[in-house]
């Protein structure tokens, strides 16, 4: 089961966001893939890209959890939130920064 996860949440329902600071501001994350992995028992496996040149790319996946049923509140979330922002400060221009992903504020 894979999931891109690096979208800003829908406003739908901001009791299930996770907030972190994430590049230095107040940041919600979807928390559904640490809900489907504490729900189903599924390990969680970051996908590490990165360009090796024209159309050819390496990735390297990393185990994040293989016991979620074990984690506290958002510690999945938390850990996909630290290796993601490793990886765009490593290569800035990789990352897809038209999407707003600051669009909402934690004090809303």
Not at 7 to 26: A, I, M, V, Y
Not at 76 to 82: S, V
Request: net charge positive; hydrophobic share 35%.
């Amino acid at each position: 089961y894979g999931m891109i996860a690096d979208q800003k949440p829908s406003r739908k329902n901001p009791s299930r966001w996770h907030w972190t600071t994430f590049l230095g501001q107040d940041t919600p994350f979807l928390t559904g893939t640490e809900y489907l992995a504490k729900k189903y028992d599924y390990a969680v496996i970051y996908a590490r890209m990165s360009k090796l040149g024209r159309g050819r790319y390496h990735c390297h996946l990393e185990m994040l959890c293989d016991e979620p049923t074990l984690t506290a509140p958002g510690e999945i979330t938390e850990k996909y939130a630290r290796l993601l922002e490793q990886d765009l400060m490593a290569a800035p221009e990789a990352w897809l920064w038209t999407h707003n992903r600051w669009k909402y504020r934690k004090d809303l």
